[in-house]
C-alpha cells in the first residue's frame, strides 16, 4: 500500500511539469502558412463573337498573382496583383479576320502553386485534338477530345471493324480501339464530322474554280497503323545515274536491279552498279568488255542475264553469267536476236526470266516496240530455254523476220493505246511456258493480265490510272506460294504522288490475291525532272531465311529501296 501510494505522488507532482512544457512548445512553434488558393467568379469558357470585345475575368485569391495570354489577339489591362477578393482582370478581344472561322486562347492566372484557366471562343470553333494518331503493328487504345462552340453530326464506319471508335458528344471524349494488324499493308481508319455552320464552297470538277454553291464542312480524325511490311533501307540514285537520253528518250532503256552473288545489281542502261545488301551503299561495277547491261535480271538458279536493247535493224544479245562466277569471267551467249520487224522503233527490253537458264530448263521474256506516236506495237518475246540452249522458233508472219524466239505474244491492249513500251511489263509467270505470263501498262485498261498462251484474263483491276502504271514485274516462289512483286509508277512526283510496291500472291495466276500495297516516296523529296517520258522501275526479289526480299529502284523518284515481308 505504501508504495502505491507513493507512485500516485510521484505522478501528481510530474504532471504540472509536462503540461508547462507543451505550452512552451506551442509557443516557439512557426504560424502554419495558408493554401494557396484561387477561385473563378466569372466562367471558366467563354464564347464572344467576331467583333472586338471585352471580356471580364473575375476571381478570388489569397496570394500574390500574375496572368497571361497564350494567343495575341487576347490583350490582358493588367498581368500582376496583389491577393483578394473580386479581383478583375479585362481582356480585350480583338476583331476576327475575315479568313479565320474561328480561334480560341487560354488566359491562365497563377498565385504562388495554384492556378485556374479561361478559354475564350472567337467566332465558329471545332477543335479535334490530337490532329492524328500513328498506331504500332501492335494496336492499342487511342483518346481524343472535341472542342466545339457548334453543333455538329458524327459517322463511325463499320467497315473499320479493326479499329472501332467511340463517341460521347455530351463530353467531347473518344476513342479508337486498334487491333493489331496481321498485314504486310499499312491501314488507316477514321471518324467523321460534319460541321452545318462552317460552308466550304464547291469547286467546278474540271476548272477547279468556285461554283458559287457551298457544303457543309467536313473533318475527319485519322489513325494511321503500321504494316509488318518493314523498309530496310531507303537510298537517293547517286547524281551520275544516267536515266535520260535527252537526244533521244524515246530509245531510252530502262533502268534495272538483279540479285548476283550475294549482291545488289543496277543498271542505268551505260552501267553497273553494286548495292551493299546491308546499308543500300553504291559503288561502281566493272563489267567485262563486251557483256551488254542494258537490262539486267537474275533467274530462279542465281544466275544472272544481260541484255542489250535490241533496236531496230540491229542485232541484240542476252547474255547468262552462272551463279558463282563473280568476276563474270565465263559468260555465255544465250540468245543472239535479230531485230527486223518494224514495230515502233524502240525495240526490246526489261529481260526476265525464271528457271534455270545457264544449264537447264527455264523461261526468258523480253517486252518489244511500242512507240504510239510511231504507229508501233508492242508484243512480249517468249524463249523456251532446254537444257541451257533456246529453242528455235520460225515466225515468218509479215513484219516479223526469223527469230531465235519461242513467240510473239500481242498485249491485251490496243497498239496505239500504249504510251511507250518502257510504261509496261511482261514477265513469266513460272519456269515453263506452260506457267504463262503475266502483263500490265500504261494502256487505258490499267490492269494486271495473265495469259496462258491463248487468251488474256484481268485478275487484278485499277493497278494504275491515268497517273499511273504498274511498268515492271518480278515472280518467285515462297512460303509455299507463287509471289508477283509489281511497281505501280507515279508519273508526276513532282505533285507529291507516292510510288507503290504492291505483292501479289499468284498461286492461281488467274485470281491474283493482294498481300501488300506500300506507298513510297523519296524523303529528300527530290525526282528526277523531265523524266517521265523515259524513266520506269525495276523489282528483283529474293529469299532470306523466311523472309521475302524485294529491291525495287525509281528513276523518277530517284531512289532506290529494300524491304523485307517477314512469313506470317
Known amino acids: 500500500m505504501k508504495k502505491f501510494l507513493w507512485i500516485a505522488a510521484a505522478l501528481a507532482l510530474a504532471l504540472p511539469v509536462a503540461c508547462n512544457k ?80 474561328g480561334r480560341s486562347a487560354v488566359v491562365t492566372i497563377k498565385a504562388g502553386t495554384a492556378s485556374a484557366t479561361v478559354t475564350i471562343n472567337q467566332g465558329i470553333i471545332f477543335l479535334v485534338s490530337p490532329a492524328s494518331f500513328e498506331a504500332e503493328v501492335a494496336g492499342g487504345e487511342f483518346n481524343f477530345t472535341v472542342t466545339a462552340n457548334v453543333e455538329y453530326s458524327v459517322k463511325t464506319y463499320d ?44 469547286l467546278d470538277e474540271e476548272t477547279g474554280e468556285p461554283t458559287g454553291e457551298t457544303t457543309d464542312h467536313v473533318e475527319r480524325l485519322y489513325v494511321y497503323q503500321k504494316g509488318n511490311a518493314q523498309v530496310v533501307w531507303t537510298k537517293s540514285l547517286p547524281s551520275d545515274f544516267d536515266v535520260v537520253n535527252t537526244d533521244d528518250p524515246i530509245h531510252d532503256a530502262t533502268v534495272s536491279v538483279a540479285n548476283f552473288g550475294g549482291k545488289i545489281l543496277v543498271s542505268d542502261a551505260t552501267k553497273l552498279y553494286e ?29 544472272l542475264l544481260l541484255a542489250d536493247l535490241m533496236p531496230y535493224g540491229g542485232v541484240g544479245k542476252i547474255w547468262v553469267v552462272k551463279a558463282g562466277d563473280a568476276a563474270m569471267a565465263s559468260p555465255k551467249l544465250l540468245i543472239p536476236f535479230v531485230n527486223d520487224a518494224w514495230s515502233g522503233s524502240r525495240g526490246a527490253d526489261k529481260v526476265a526470266a525464271r528457271g534455270d537458264v545457264f544449264s537447264g530448263n527455264g523461261v526468258v521474256t523480253m517486252i518489244y516496240g511500242g512507240v504510239a506516236s510511231y504507229g508501233g506495237l508492242t508484243y512480249g518475246l517468249v524463249w523456251e530455254i532446254t537444257g541451257g540452249e533456246a529453242a528455235v522458233y520460225d515466225y515468218n508472219e509479215w513484219n516479223k523476220s526469223t527469230n531465235l524466239a519461242l513467240g510473239w ?103 491474283a490475291a493482294l498481300l501488300a500495297a506500300c506507298d513510297y516516296t523519296n524523303d529528300a523529296e527530290s525526282y ?29 523518284w530517284g531512289l532506290i529501296f529494300k524491304m523485307k515481308f517477314p512469313k506470317l
Not at 23 to 39: F, G, S, Y
Not at 449 to 462: I, K
Open 275 to 303: 548495292v551493299d545488301p546491308a546499308t543500300g551503299a553504291m559503288t561502281a561495277f566493272d563489267v567485262p568488255e563486251g557483256l551488254p547491261v542494258q537490262s539486267i535480271c537474275n533467274d530462279d538458279a542465281g544466275n
Open 409 to 511: 505474244f500481242s498485249v491485251p491492249a490496243l497498239a496505239d493505246d500504249i504510251w511507250l513500251s518502257n510504261r509496261a511489263a511482261f514477265a513469266p509467270a513460272g519456269d515453263k511456258v506452260s506457267d504463262g505470263f503475266f502483263y500490265s501498262g500504261y494502256d487505258g485498261l490499267y490492269n494486271l493480265y495473265y495469259s496462258n498462251g491463248t487468251e488474256w484474263t484481268a485478275v487484278a483491276e485499277g493497278v494504275g490510272d491515268w497517273a499511273y502504271a504498274m511498268n515492271s514485274f518480278a515472280t518467285i516462289n515462297w512460303d509455299g506460294k507463287k509471289i508477283l512483286a509489281g511497281v505501280k509508277m507515279a508519273y508526276f512526283p513532282e505533285w507529291g504522288m507516292p510510288g507503290q510496291l504492291q505483292i501479289y500472291d499468284v498461286t492461281d495466276p488467274t485470281a
Open 22 to 101: 507543451d505550452e512552451k512548445d506551442k509557443e516557439n512553434e512557426e504560424p502554419v502558412k495558408p493554401k494557396d488558393e484561387i477561385t473563378l467568379i466569372s466562367d471558366a469558357l467563354v464564347n464572344v463573337e467576331a467583333e472586338s470585345s471585352i471580356v471580364p475575368i473575375q476571381f478570388t485569391t489569397n496570394a500574390a498573382w500574375t496572368a497571361t495570354a497564350d494567343q495575341d489577339f487576347v490583350v490582358l489591362n493588367t498581368k500582376a496583383g496583389e491577393a483578394g477578393e473580386n479581383l478583375e482582370i479585362k481582356a480585350t478581344i480583338q476583331s476576327l479576320p475575315e479568313d479565320v472561322q
Open 528 to 556: 528526277v525532272t523531265g523524266a517521265q517520258e523515259s524513266s520506269t522501275t525495276s523489282v528483283a526479289l529474293s529469299v532470306e531465311g523466311t523472309d521475302l526480299i524485294a529491291t525495287v529502284i525509281d528513276s523518277d
Open 159 to 202: 467497315s473499320f471493324d479493326w479499329a472501332p471508335a467511340t463517341f460521347d458528344q455530351a463530353t467531347g471524349k473518344g476513342s479508337f480501339k486498334v487491333a493489331a494488324n496481321g498485314g504486310y499493308s499499312a491501314r488507316e481508319a477514321y471518324i467523321k464530322f460534319t460541321i452545318p455552320a462552317i460552308q466550304d464552297p464547291v
